[in-house]
């Protein structure tokens, strides 16, 4: 029971943290658990959440996505020029995003693994590419508005339930049981854990990387696709935020960034948290700037609780503890 | 009775081979920095075929005053690299920095100076902090200084929400003035070189490089990463200030949000140049060189009349050619060494 505690302790805290805050939040404001505005806060934290799935893949692999934002973005602006705000050509428009989104992630996957690119360098190229390209091809203007069928998707309900936080769930299952209950999950812990270790011990590691940075480019490019919905159009530049929180998600959700460790369930926490902050932000009359500086506390603070220093610290306190007990006895 | 006596090592006569196995590793070794060389030297063939008097001097003025706010960011971004880590909150300490400026600049150029002082002080100090966290906490770079950038920014739009302060005139004058026909830009650039031609053979400056090659070599002879931690991210703050301060003579106001466009070209820069990610290979001439191609790409563009956003384009892409360039460097060198 102490071992699993140990062991799953920075996603407890990480959900210990997000049901503290949803408190504090309803306290500060009526109405914040409400079944509309609980509904809103799950329909963009499942944006953050499938971007941060195929984010959470690569860094527990020991890598990092920074071209999330305009994979997203591309495919975003790609889905709505294809189908021009009718629903018949979503039936090649959609899946073209996707395998679009999956090629520039395998792009990625074989520049770091087969060339060595640092994955910073390489995802940060690739983005800066993609930018520039679709401002290119755009010309920068606004594009097509997003069919219905999109906009059901981002914004339509199946009873209570939104159907974009349905399709978030099914993701989540999917991505659980492939980390902890296939080949490639255990191998990409393993490559996170050590990459000469496990290309040593016979992990395929040129395949793990590439097919863990195809699943960040098909989730960032599926978000996109669904966020057109939520926003009715595409517009530049609406990948930029999901940069630092699908990181941040990741990181709150306990994960190290150098790989190893972490989970999925953890990273759905850390969109919560993400979420439920930007929340607080009306309810507490808060800036902009003071939601920056408060998510730079929070990432700060999640990050050190799950570190090792501090869980040394804790051990010798308990330590302590435990010897003034045994010599009082 | 026979004692061995541990004989001493005789000197190994270097054979014929062992001279060009040198030079071939020393070429190795500076590939990245020789290609970034030959990429610049071609850069500046084109857009001197295609604009006159681009070699003039005051094309230099123009040119290094456009790169120095880049430069300077990149020059702290080089020590943290150089030491293995990385820095993401200069883009928060950047903006913070002009919004400082652009609030507390006023009045004497007295208290202007101490302003400017205090700036770059507070630089320091939070870079500091940035090694502390990283140090005392076993925290990654990455994390930490995503956070610090994210409460930077933050606190900069809380003082600052829109871009916007007056900055007084002798300061701007500042930026922009000349002697003898040389800009102050290209002076703070001489400045940087003599600064790193004497940073690099200090004893800090060795021991970062060494705690970039190898941490644990380096604390087993005796290096306090504490320290390296401490002050690497404190000059890394440090200079951010000082970009912020040069950036703020050269637009005159300050702005919340500006920072954030040099994190990544600050790390470009540094690559491109020939310095690795994985720590304590390269050297600042190398970023110089890197921030200039940049700020060339930038002045193609606008020369060529295409939309500026090939700029991007063309950066990401060199930005590949050199780190593949400088990865298939590290392999061969691997390979001539086992």
Not at chain 2, 228 to 250: E, H, M, P, R, V
Not at chain 2, 297 to 310: D, K
Request: glycine share 12%.
């Amino acid at each position: 029971m102490n071992a699993l505690l140990a062991r799953h302790r920075a996603v407890l805290l990480a959900y210990l943290g997000m049901i503290v805050l949803l408190l504090l939040t309803s306290f500060v404001s009526q109405g914040f658990l409400s079944g509309s505005h609980l509904r809103t806060m799950a329909v963009l934290s499942a944006f953050i959440g499938i971007v941060a799935l195929g984010q959470t893949f690569v860094i527990i692999g020991g890598g990092i996505d920074l071209s999330v934002p305009w994979v997203l973005n591309c495919a975003a602006v790609l889905v709505t020029l294809m189908a021009n705000g009718a629903d018949g050509p979503l039936i090649y428009a959609i899946p073209i995003a996707l395998a679009g989104g999956a090629l520039v992630g395998a792009l990625n996957g074989f520049g770091i693994a087969l060339f060595g690119v640092p994955p910073i360098i390489m995802t940060l190229a690739v983005n800066v590419i993609l930018q520039g390209g679709i401002l290119i091809y755009t010309g920068g203007a606004p594009t097509a508005s997003a069919p219905p069928l999109i906009q059901f998707l981002a914004v339509g309900r199946i009873g209570p339930l939104p159907v974009v936080v349905l399709i978030w769930a099914a993701l989540a299952v999917a991505a659980t049981l492939l980390l902890s209950r296939t080949a490639f999950g255990r191998y990409l812990y393993a490559q996170g854990t050590s990459a000469t270790v496990a290309e040593f011990s016979g992990v395929p590691t040129l395949r793990i990387t590439v097919l863990a940075y195809t699943l960040s480019g098909f989730t960032a490019a599926a978000a996109g696709v669904l966020l057109t919905g939520y926003t009715a159009q595409a517009y530049l530049g609406m990948g930029d935020p999901y940069l630092f929180t699908s990181i941040a998600a990741v990181a709150i959700g306990g994960a190290s960034i150098l790989g190893g460790s972490g989970s999925y369930i953890g990273t759905i926490a850390g969109a919560l948290v993400l979420t439920i902050l930007t929340g607080l932000l009306p309810a507490l009359n808060l800036s902009n700037g003071a939601l920056l500086v408060v998510y730079g506390v929070v990432i700060l603070v999640t990050v050190s609780l799950a570190s090792d220093a501090v869980s040394d610290f804790f051990a010798v306190i308990a330590r302590s503890f435990g010897r003034r007990d045994n010599a009082q006895s | 009775m026979t004692m061995t006596l541990p004989s001493a090592a005789k000197p190994v006569a270097k054979r014929d081979g062992d001279h060009a196995r040198d030079r071939s590793t020393w070429l190795i070794d500076r590939a990245p920095f020789l290609i970034a060389c030959g990429m610049l030297a071609v850069l500046i063939a084109i857009y001197g075929t295609l604009r006159e008097g681009v070699f003039s001097f005051e094309e230099l003025n123009l040119d290094t005053a456009a790169a120095m706010t880049l430069l300077l960011a990149a020059t702290g971004q080089t020590i943290v690299l150089l030491r293995g880590g990385i820095d993401l909150s200069i883009g928060g300490m950047i903006s913070l920095g002009t919004v400082l400026a652009a609030t507390q600049f006023g009045g004497s150029p007295l208290q202007v100076a101490f302003a400017a002082v205090m700036i770059a002080l507070l630089g320091f100090a939070i870079g500091v902090c940035n090694g502390l966290l990283i140090s005392v906490l076993r925290l990654q770079p990455f994390l930490v200084t995503l956070a610090t950038w994210s409460i930077l920014s933050g606190t900069a739009l809380m003082i600052l929400p829109t871009d916007g302060g007056q900055l007084p005139d002798f300061w701007m004058a500042f930026g922009n003035a000349s002697l003898l026909g040389v800009s102050s830009s290209v002076g703070l650039l001489v400045l940087l070189v003599l600064f790193w031609v004497w940073f690099r053979s200090t004893r800090l400056g060795i021991e970062i490089r060494a705690t970039g090659s190898n941490q644990r070599s380096a604390e087993l002879s005796g290096v306090s990463i504490l320290r390296i931690n401490l002050l690497a991210y404190g000059l890394s703050g440090l200079f951010a200030a000082l970009a912020a301060l040069y950036l703020t003579t050269q637009t005159g106001t300050g702005s919340p949000t500006i920072g954030k466009d040099y994190i990544l070209p600050s790390v470009a820069a540094a690559v491109i140049g020939g310095i690795s990610l994985f720590g304590g290979r390269g050297g600042m001439i190398g970023t110089i060189v890197g921030a200039f191609i940049l700020t060339i790409i930038g002045n193609l563009v606008f020369v060529l009349q295409v939309s500026s956003y090939w700029q991007p384009v063309v950066s990401g892409v060199i930005l590949l050619v050199a780190v593949l360039a400088s990865s298939l460097a590290e392999k061969s060198a691997r390979r001539s060494l086992s």
